[in-house]
């Protein structure tokens, strides 16, 4: 869409016109304003998206257009004409009506969304039998033709299945039918992709395209996501810290963006084929969100000394989980999650690991730290088997290697300060006195990017940033050689991903690090890896050099993952890729599955893929 024709349709009565909301908090007492002022429209048949980072209203915003908020500590101001009509002058019971008929949201998590005691087909009938005068016939066959309209196979024999037998991406496809079962003039989608898989994320993405160009949907899209802004956005709405502080076409904000945090956001947004000048990892640009002004990306100086032993080796690693069912749990089948695994990791090294949920990354981290045992293969840490170390040889062996998980409030004590929290590893292994533990943490503290004075702070007082910073500096404090980064920066703002990016190199630099980088985000995989391994349905498909699997990549699976990375190009937004509605196949096989090693093809020199 040009800029005149985005101009032309704006010229139509808008469906939503936002004008001077100021949406404020009841805190001890006080009316404490987190969205101050914001105005703007959605026209009909278009896309506007609200985008900003954790704390920046935008979803505070799209809460108080539905009026989801609690009324008793809540209080909105200013005017939301949906469809020539005041909705805040609305009585409650009006508002139910406006709900699902004339608007309509999807939130992130859909599972939060939908009872797990109905199946989803009676979920998404009650809406209709709610907002129409259909019969509960007529409803089972508009939901039937809903889920078959949001590609969801077989939909007439999953009517009756319920929602934890679905994917996170059948189930947003779920909350999507459910949204559009009564027409909504209006869809609001809240983050609906951050938590899928990039795959599963680009057939949402899809999706919506789609059934907008169908139905005519007008559609506020809200995300912290400036790829996923650039593929779907006809209009852009930027949020900082409660306000709006640009608006305009999308491929203004991308070209011409005048808002120094605009600048910001765009400037550490991973582009996929940006590393073909550089050999070595990348630190992102730091910015400046008051000037805009930013340093330049610098390449990682190189420490990798291959010709060394590695400090990792995996050999044929293999963990499989026994499924059992009927009424004596007879066992019926095997999870092949990890199959013949093998790699190396080299000091100073960053391998990432690769692949959808569900494809066994994650549980290659586990079996390697043996938080999970394996049923069979080999992992040396410096030359020396871990599988065969007792109890007490394994908690030593596990100062060499440490892992930081996707989830940093998940991983602290909420009663522990982080000054006790980093401290603990390193009285626990009797590394030093407590004197020497609290310089210890000072130190930590400092190589993280954070003061000595925040240790005697708790994990709710810190942001997600800070918090994952002080998971960094909990692993460094028993001086490892190999961390083991899970999903380490998937939950976190673009922004903040790249400082703890950045973060992660600069110690891999100075310490030797060796990094395993567990992630599905292919674009920072680019930028971080020396050597890529992309694994699935528990094998690795492929594995070599970054530059080598990157711009020649050989198996399908592989070019299915890149070529559903978002790429924050506005004149692409139109396009549809075109991406097969498939879920990742099962990895559970028969009891007396023989499941064949893998053949690997050398396709250049360390490039590997299987046969």
Same mark, same amino acid.
């Given at each position: ?73 809540? !209080? ?14 609305? *009585? ?20 939060? /969304? ?13 809406? #209709? ?22 590609? $969801?196979? /077989? ?20 909350? $999507? @039918? ?49 790829? +996923? ?67 330049? *990306? ?20 293999? !963990? ?14 095997? +999870? ?8 190396? #990791? ?137 961390? $083991? ?11 903040? %991903? @790249? ?46 050099? !970054? ?11 592989? %070019? ?7 790429? *924050? ?15 990742? %196949? /099962? *990895? ?24």
């Amino acid at each position: 869409m040009t800029s005149f024709q985005a101009q032309t349709i704006r010229t139509e009565q808008p469906v939503l016109a936002v004008e001077g909301l100021t949406t404020s908090f009841l805190v001890d007492g006080e009316w404490k304003p987190v969205v101050r002022d914001v105005s703007f429209t959605v026209a009909p048949g278009e896309t506007v998206a609200i985008v900003g980072e954790s704390g920046s209203g935008k979803s505070v915003t799209s809460l108080s257009i539905m009026r989801l908020l609690q009324a008793d500590s809540s !209080r909105i101001e200013g005017r939301i004409m949906l469809g020539g009509r005041d909705i805040l002058a609305l *009585p409650e019971s009006e508002m139910r009506q406006v709900r699902g008929n004339d608007v309509a949201m999807i939130f992130q998590e859909p599972m939060t /969304s939908l009872n797990p005691l109905f199946t989803v087909g009676d979920q998404i009938s009650e809406a #209709l039998l709610c907002h129409t005068n259909m019969s509960k016939t007529e409803a089972r066959n508009e939901t039937i033709r809903l889920l078959d309209k949001v590609r $969801i196979p /077989s939909a007439a024999s999953r009517f009756d299945e319920y929602p934890h037998r679905f994917s996170g991406g059948m189930r947003q496809r779920v909350m $999507i @039918a459910m949204a559009l079962a009564s027409k909504p003039k209006l869809l609001i989608a809240d983050e609906p992709t951050t938590a899928l898989d990039v795959t599963i994320q680009g057939q949402i993405l899809d999706l919506i395209k789609m059934l907008q160009e169908e139905e005519g949907t007008s559609v506020l899209f809200i995300t912290h996501d400036m790829g +996923v802004v650039a593929e779907i956005a006809d209009r852009t709405v930027v949020m900082y810290r409660g306000e709006q502080v640009e608006t305009g076409i999308t491929s203004d904000i991308f070209y011409r963006a005048s808002h120094p945090y605009t600048r910001a956001l765009l400037s550490a947004v991973p582009v996929l084929g940006s590393m073909k000048n550089f050999k070595r990892p990348l630190r992102f640009p730091v910015v400046n969100t008051k000037t805009g002004e930013s340093d330049v *990306p610098t390449e990682v100086t190189d420490t990798v000394a291959s010709t060394q032993r590695p400090v990792l080796e995996v050999k044929n690693l293999v !963990r499989r989980f026994d499924i059992h069912s009927g009424l004596f749990g007879k066992l019926s089948g095997r +999870v092949h999650a990890v199959e013949n695994v093998s790699f190396d #990791l080299h000091a100073g090294e960053t391998l990432s690991l690769v692949g959808e949920s569900g494809c066994g990354k994650s549980t290659t981290g586990r079996a390697i730290m043996r938080l999970i045992e394996p049923q069979s293969g080999s992992v040396l840490v410096e030359g020396k088997e871990m599988l065969a170390l007792d109890r007490k040889s394994l908690r030593e062996m596990r100062k060499s290697v440490q892992m930081i998980f996707q989830d940093p409030f998940a991983s602290l004590n909420p009663r522990m300060t982080v000054g006790a929290a980093i401290a603990e590893p390193y009285l626990e292994h009797g590394m030093g006195t407590a004197k020497q533990a609290r310089d210890t943490v000072a130190d930590l503290l400092v190589k993280v990017g954070l003061s000595p004075d925040m240790a005697s702070r708790y994990p709710h007082e810190f942001s997600g940033g800070q918090r994952q910073r002080i998971c960094i500096a909990r692993a460094l404090a028993l001086e490892p050689k190999v961390i $083991i980064a899970d999903e380490s920066v998937s939950a976190l703002d673009v922004s903040i %991903k @790249a400082q703890v990016i950045n973060l992660m190199l600069d110690l891999q630099q100075s310490l030797n690090l060796a990094f395993l980088f567990i992630s599905h985000d292919m674009a920072v995989v680019e930028r971080v890896s020396h050597r890529v391994a992309v694994m699935y349905l528990g094998e690795i498909v492929e594995i070599g050099p !970054r530059a080598a699997v990157f711009d020649n990549p050989q198996h399908a699976y592989t %070019k299915k993952l890149m070529s559903a990375v978002p790429v *924050p190009d506005p004149d692409r937004r139109r396009e549809h890729r075109g991406t097969v509605n498939e879920e990742l %196949k /099962s *990895p559970i096989r028969p009891i007396d599955h023989k499941l064949q090693p893998l053949q690997y093809l050398e396709v250049s020199p360390g490039h590997l893929v299987a046969l």
